[in-house]
């Protein structure tokens, strides 16, 4: 798993949009036993929380200890710097084992194999992203163009998956179809501009020319967004289940 996102770790943990209760109780209805989850990538812990609330013990790991150390403390989740396919867990530990908006940085191979190793014999694995934010056509525009044309010769190889929503990964498992979910908000420009700070291409672009391109994104998108203006944000999540 490549790490990215240790630079911004406080950003990321405030930044970073939040999965909705549909997407989590959809999934925990095929968990029979929720006595051991595990959150692989867990960045700074924002789904190893939700988990938690469900879960006698969740177990959480990154590579990123800078990310693991804005996580939430809760007594039931136990945090571990480690990467996705050599971890200290037993055998057939976890009755559900989930990724989000990671999966795409894993090696698949050896990921499949530890989980493989560590989960129990009917377990759940629930993996799921998100592309593109949604907000207007004027402003989707803009910022599709950012994306692409600014700052889209600095995205890793690994993005395209985020792109072709998860299709394109292996995913050797008996699968369970899921509906459509989305992650809905109501943002500032402020706002905005912090989450756009948090991709890791707007990072290398800033470590490579010396400035950052969102100044001259928030520029053009004001005719079309006021300052203090709260606008309705849309994240269509993409989801992969399957039974191990």
Same mark, same amino acid.
């Given at each position: 798993?490549?790490?990215?996102?240790?630079?911004?770790?406080?950003?990321?943990?405030?930044?970073?949009?939040?999965?909705?209760?549909? @997407?989590?109780?959809?999934? %925990?209805?095929?968990?029979?036993?929720?006595?051991?989850?595990?959150?692989?990538?867990?960045?700074?812990?924002?789904?190893?929380?939700?988990?938690?609330?469900?879960?006698?013990?969740?177990?959480?790991?990154?590579?990123?200890?800078?990310?693991?150390?804005?996580?939430?403390? @809760?007594?039931?989740?136990?945090?571990?710097?480690?990467?996705?396919?050599?971890?200290?867990?037993?055998?057939?530990?976890?009755?559900?084992?989930?990724?989000?908006?990671?999966?795409?940085?894993?090696?698949?191979?050896?990921?499949?194999?530890?989980?493989?190793?560590?989960?129990?014999?009917?377990?759940? =694995?629930?993996?799921?992203?998100?592309? @593109?934010?949604? =907000?207007?056509?004027? =402003?989707?525009?803009?910022?599709? #163009?950012?994306? !692409?044309?600014?700052?889209?010769?600095?995205?890793?190889?690994?993005?395209?998956?985020?792109?072709?929503?998860?299709?394109?990964?292996?995913?050797?498992?008996?699968?369970?179809?899921?509906?459509?979910?989305?992650? #809905? %908000?109501?943002?500032?420009?402020?706002?905005?501009?912090?989450?756009?700070?948090?991709?890791?291409?707007?990072? !290398?672009?800033?470590?490579?020319?010396?400035?950052?391109?969102?100044? #001259? @994104?928030?520029?053009?998108?004001?005719? %079309?967004?006021?300052?203090?203006?709260?606008?309705?944000?849309?994240?269509?999540?993409?989801?992969?289940?399957?039974?191990?």
């Amino acid at each position: 798993m490549k790490d990215l996102f240790s630079r911004n770790a406080k950003q990321y943990a405030q930044f970073r949009p939040t999965y909705p209760e549909e @997407l989590y109780s959809f999934i %925990f209805q095929y968990v029979g036993n929720k006595q051991n989850a595990w959150d692989v990538g867990t960045g700074n812990g924002q789904v190893a929380q939700a988990l938690a609330s469900f879960f006698e013990q969740v177990y959480a790991t990154d590579i990123s200890q800078k990310q693991l150390d804005e996580a939430v403390r @809760l007594p039931n989740i136990q945090y571990l710097c480690c990467n996705e396919y050599k971890t200290p867990f037993a055998k057939h530990t976890f009755d559900l084992i989930t990724v989000g908006q990671a999966i795409h940085w894993f090696n698949f191979d050896l990921f499949y194999k530890e989980i493989q190793r560590v989960a129990k014999k009917g377990a759940i =694995i629930a993996v799921w992203g998100y592309n @593109l934010l949604q =907000i207007s056509p004027q =402003i989707d525009q803009l910022i599709r #163009e950012f994306y !692409k044309e600014k700052v889209g010769s600095f995205w890793d190889l690994e993005r395209k998956y985020v792109e072709e929503a998860y299709q394109t990964i292996p995913f050797p498992f008996q699968t369970i179809a899921n509906p459509d979910f989305q992650m #809905e %908000f109501f943002w500032d420009l402020a706002m905005l501009e912090g989450y756009l700070n948090t991709w890791s291409s707007v990072g !290398k672009f800033i470590k490579t020319n010396g400035y950052n391109p969102i100044n #001259e @994104l928030i520029v053009s998108l004001s005719p %079309f967004w006021k300052e203090n203006e709260q606008k309705k944000i849309i994240f269509p999540i993409f989801v992969k289940l399957g039974i191990i």
